[in-house]
């Protein structure tokens, strides 16, 4: 009886976070992506999928501007529900960051002169956020108390 309740519970807390169908813009996108150069993004599942070596975007305004300053390529999709994170609604903020290509469905950030290597991404997303954000050890704790 535990079990299932556990799993009942696990399952309604991820289901917020299954996307079933494809940002717009995708398959342009990666079309528009230097090949050479590491890519971040809201939708780096998909680009990951597509072929395109990606990790999460960054979640603040100062990491954005430190990952841009590293040669990375940012790309936000901007409709179909990948609307974060919160800068992206800050039409000042945005402004002031070099774009690489900006449509109606997405955006790419970066300076054609810098270009970060790809990275080998060979570890978990919790893992990843843990190496960027070392303020806090993010754990699956509060989702799958097994595990701890």
């Given at each position: 009886?535990?079990?299932?309740i556990?799993l009942?519970?696990?399952?309604a807390s991820?289901v917020?976070f299954?996307?079933?169908s494809?940002?717009?813009?995708?398959?342009d996108?990666?079309k528009?992506?230097?090949?050479?150069?590491?890519?971040m993004s809201?939708a780096f599942?998909?680009?990951?999928?597509?072929?395109?070596?990606?990790?999460?975007?960054?979640?603040?305004?100062e990491?954005?501007e430190?990952?841009i300053m590293?040669g990375?390529r940012i790309?936000?999709?901007?409709?179909?529900?990948?609307?974060k994170?919160d800068y992206?609604q800050?039409?000042n903020?945005?402004s002031l960051?070099?774009?690489?290509?900006?449509?109606?469905?997405?955006?790419?950030?970066?300076r054609?002169?810098?270009?970060?290597?790809?990275?080998r991404l060979?570890?978990?997303?919790?893992e990843?956020q843990?190496m960027?954000y070392r303020?806090?050890?993010i754990t699956?704790?509060?989702?799958?108390p097994i595990e701890?």
């Open positions: 009886m535990t079990a299932i556990l009942n519970l696990t399952t991820t917020g299954i996307r079933l494809l940002p717009p813009g995708l398959e996108a990666v528009d992506l230097d090949a050479d150069c590491m890519v809201n599942t998909y680009l990951n999928y597509a072929g395109t070596p990606a990790k999460s975007h960054p979640h603040d305004r990491n954005l430190w990952s590293q990375q790309v936000f999709f901007l409709k179909g529900g990948y609307e994170p992206l800050d039409e903020f945005m960051q070099p774009k690489i290509t900006q449509t109606e469905d997405y955006m790419i950030l970066g054609k002169d810098l270009c970060a290597p790809i990275e060979d570890y978990a997303y919790i990843y843990n960027q303020k806090e050890n699956l704790c509060p989702i799958l701890c």
